[in-house]
Nanobody, 120 residues
Framework: QVQLVESGGGLVQAGGSLRLSCAASGSIFSINAMGWYRQAPGKQRELVARSDSTNYADSVKGRFTISKDKNTIYLQMNSLKPEDTAVYYC???????????????????WGQGTQVTVSS
């Protein structure tokens, strides 16, 4: 099994910064990409950024930066706004065994989420 553990969420005032971390562990054979998604109350989950792309959600461009170090990804969030309030989820696309990798497959794994609340 693949486990993803997020940390770094919390309450911050508008204009502040937070850094989220997500550590992947367990039976990891290959990683195609890791990324951050978020879901605000009453809204669909949306992609914020992925490690295999330079594209960011339009709403966070210039303020958020994703980085990756081996099996850990980070999301540096600056100039936070109240509309950034959401549960942030870590995602991993990859394989937990060689059979999956050999077959050209990939599975999607999710963390439990970490709450980010930005007060105005």
């Amino acid at each position: 099994q693949v486990q993803l553990v997020e940390s770094g969420g919390g309450l911050v005032q508008a204009g502040g910064s937070l850094r989220l971390s997500c550590a992947a562990s367990g039976s990891i054979f290959s990683i195609n990409a890791m990324g951050w998604y978020r879901q605000a109350p009453g809204k669909q989950r949306e992609l914020v950024a992925r490690s295999d792309s330079t594209n960011y959600a339009d709403s966070v461009k210039g303020r958020f930066t994703i980085s990756k170090d081996k099996n850990t990804i980070y999301l540096q969030m600056n100039s936070l706004k109240p509309e950034d309030t959401a549960v942030y989820y870590c995602n991993l696309l990859g394989c937990s065994n060689y059979r999956c990798y050999e077959g050209g497959l990939e599975y999607s794994y999710w963390g439990q989420g970490t709450q980010v609340t930005v007060s105005s």
